[in-house]
């Protein structure tokens, strides 16, 4: 079973639409995040997540809103989709905020058009 | 704040070849210190890890030291394949702070 996953995997669209990225975790963690990997490859930390809690927000356009209905999920929310969001979003969970090993899901390649 | 520096890319070598990526950190404080590797098309696995001055953290022929005086984590392999061409990050955790990655560098191995 995968431990963190995500979905979709793939994801074309068109400028100006919202479309979300769901996450699961099944490893039983308190702490969840959205790392965000730009087409240099560079990753930089969005959101992170504590039972629920939002406990980091880096300087993220309000276009994007994480919602954590339960500890397992964090899904990721983008309204009014820009050319510049095309990125890997990546999924990533670990036992407590200092928890010391960060699990990362396979990433969603988004691509805006 | 906390960052890591990482050679520049690409990176290529022949089959067999040694391999070292260079590593340096800057932290307040005593991070924990990651490589993690992403293959083509596919997420980001952990490689390995060290969390106090001189740990070694090894996996699948990969090593990193833990050097506190030069604040360095370098990652080295003594015989790479080709199936290790992938891109190599390098990251630290300080207490309850996210992930800080490196910008990543590229390797390339060819038969």
């Known amino acids: 079973d995968t431990a963190v996953s995500q979905t979709p995997k793939y994801l074309v669209t068109q400028m100006g639409n919202d479309k979300s990225i769901k996450c699961e975790q099944n490893?039983?963690?308190?702490?969840m995040y959205w790392y965000k990997q730009d087409s240099k490859k560079f990753l930089k930390i969005m959101f992170s997540y504590n039972n629920k809690e939002l406990i980091i927000n880096e300087t993220v356009p309000n276009r994007f809103s994480p919602k954590s209905p339960d500890k397992a999920h964090l899904n990721l929310h983008i309204n009014s989709l820009e050319l510049g969001d095309s990125a890997v979003y990546f999924c990533?969970?670990?036992?407590?905020?200092?928890?010391?090993?960060?699990?990362f899901g396979e990433g969603s390649w988004l691509t805006v058009v | 704040g906390d960052s890591v520096t990482q050679m520049e890319g690409p990176v290529t070598l022949s089959e067999e070849a040694f391999l070292t990526i260079n590593c340096t950190y800057t932290?307040?404080?005593?991070?924990?210190l990651f490589w993690y590797v992403q293959y083509p098309g596919e997420g980001l696995q952990l490689l390995l890890k060290a969390t106090k001055a001189d740990d070694k953290g090894s996996n699948k022929g990969f090593e990193a030291t833990y050097r506190k005086e030069t604040t360095s984590f370098h990652l080295e392999k003594g015989s790479v394949q080709v199936s290790d061409s992938a891109v190599y990050f390098c990251a630290l955790r300080s207490g309850n702070t996210p992930l800080v990655f490196g910008k990543g560098t590229r390797l390339s191995v060819i038969a």
């Open positions: 990533a969970s670990s036992l407590t905020p200092g928890g010391n090993t960060i699990y």
């Open positions: 490893l039983g963690h308190d702490t």
């Open positions: 932290a307040t404080g005593y991070p924990s």
